[in-house]
């Protein structure tokens, strides 16, 4: 749903004003720095991006899923390490606290998410715990007026800039499955929290993962997420979602930007005296990506359609996810194809996104997570 198209079109000329003049020259100079530049996130904060998704009654824009959908596929047109460093704040990160916090707990901490002086990061992956994440082991135990938390969470998107987590915990240990399992915000400068070496990826340089580890650290009886004990599996499962439209929307992004450098390049580079974008094989490349990509667009926008308008959309979020980071894969893998020898070079930049994309298979659920959701719910739809 878009609710206002004037406001939403004056937000996305100022999100692609930013992207062309700010952060595709920047690229190179992020990816070699592994760092975004402070004035880059300053400006990236002055426009709101760490507030997109928070109620406006709390300082955010409070945009639909569709609206969020056509900021992200705007963001995908320059290297995805932008996009998390608000990301995770808008996305999976604040989510929970939008939709099963207090309203205590919202009032707190919404505000400062959205003008970015918080950054929020979503703590539920341990070092035995990735896919089967209900398997989680991070015990969360109560003892008096604080619950005492131990454990390690790994690959924690954003956890060295973090001032917040949302983190999934065991507070019930009897209960080893995901009925056991609460919420919890936590700020970061709590005593008993270390944050691990950032670690070193394939891609994405620019957006820093690393483990957080909780040593008896004590986190008060108010952090607990809306107050109620094991209900935080189903607050993690309701954020990533979401969190799986915001990233499919990204992936057609990204795939855009990676077509369009491949088509130019294809136009300009000759061969057999001609561009080799009048090679039929060349072209074979450039129509599939194409078809595949119109296809992801056509599904985001309409599962993101589907939950403005309250529907359950489970399955159509990880089709989405699925088939658009896929999707993204091929186009990727396409675009150094047609660089040819250019493609395997850094300084055409197209080798790097080929590995920044990679992640968009493997994060927010893999896509033979996304297979198992999808496939569970079409068994339990035809049992109705
Ligand atoms: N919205 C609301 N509730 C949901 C839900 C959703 N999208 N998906 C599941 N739930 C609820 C279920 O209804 C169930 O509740 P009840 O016990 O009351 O019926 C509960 O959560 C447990 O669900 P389920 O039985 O399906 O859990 P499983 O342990 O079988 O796990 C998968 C399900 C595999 C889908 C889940 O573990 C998963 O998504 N794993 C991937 C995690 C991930 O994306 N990690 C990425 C790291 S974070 S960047």
Redesign the pocket.
């Known amino acids: 749903m878009i609710r206002d198209a004037n406001t939403l079109n004056a937000l996305l000329d100022t999100v692609n004003r930013l992207v062309r003049e700010r952060l595709v020259p920047a690229e190179a100079l992020v990816a070699e720095a592994d760092e975004i530049p402070a004035d880059i996130v300053q400006a990236m904060k002055d426009m709101g991006l760490f507030g997109l998704t928070v109620p406006e009654a709390y300082g955010g824009l409070d945009l639909t899923m569709e609206e969020e959908v056509m900021v992200m596929l705007a963001m995908g047109q320059t290297s995805p390490c932008f996009r998390s460093l608000f990301g995770t704040t808008v996305g999976?990160g604040s989510l929970g606290i939008v939709f099963d916090g207090s309203e205590e707990q919202k009032a707190k901490y919404l505000p400062r998410l959205a003008t970015g002086e918080l950054i929020a990061s979503?703590a539920?992956?341990e070092p035995d715990a990735?896919?089967?994440?209900?398997s989680l082991r991070t015990t969360a135990i109560l003892d008096g007026d604080a619950y005492v938390v131990n454990g390690t969470k790994r690959y924690i998107?954003n956890s060295p800039e973090a001032g917040l987590f949302t983190l999934m915990a065991r507070t019930n240990p009897a209960d080893k499955?995901?009925?056991g399992v609460s919420a919890f915000i936590v700020e970061a400068n709590t005593p008993g929290i270390t944050i691990g070496k950032i670690d070193k990826k394939m891609g994405q340089r620019g957006a820093h993962t690393a483990d957080v580890i909780f040593e008896n650290c004590r986190v008060p009886v108010s952090q607990l997420m809306g107050g109620r004990e094991g209900l935080g599996?189903?607050t993690?499962?309701?954020v990533?979602?979401k969190?799986r439209i915001h990233i499919a929307a990204i992936c057609v992004g990204v795939a855009e930007r990676m077509l369009r450098d491949a088509l130019n390049y294809a136009m300009e580079r000759k061969q057999f005296g001609q561009p080799i974008a009048e090679f039929q094989l060349v072209q074979a490349m450039l129509a599939d990506s194409q078809a595949e990509l119109y296809a992801a667009r056509c599904m985001v926008i309409d599962a993101a359609q589907k939950r403005d308008q309250g529907l359950n959309v489970?399955t159509e979020a990880s089709c989405c996810k699925l088939f658009a980071s896929e999707m993204c894969g091929r186009v990727a893998d396409r675009a150094v194809q047609i660089f040819g020898g250019a493609g395997y070079l850094s300084e055409y930049g197209i080798e790097r996104f080929y590995r920044d994309v990679r992640l968009f298979r493997l994060?927010?659920?893999?896509s033979q997570?996304q297979q198992?959701?999808i496939a569970?719910n079409m068994v339990k739809d035809a049992r109705r």
């Open positions: 999976i979503f539920l992956t990735g896919s089967d994440a209900a998107t499955g995901a009925g599996f189903k993690a499962m309701k990533l979602e969190g489970a994060y927010e659920g893999t997570i198992i959701v569970r």
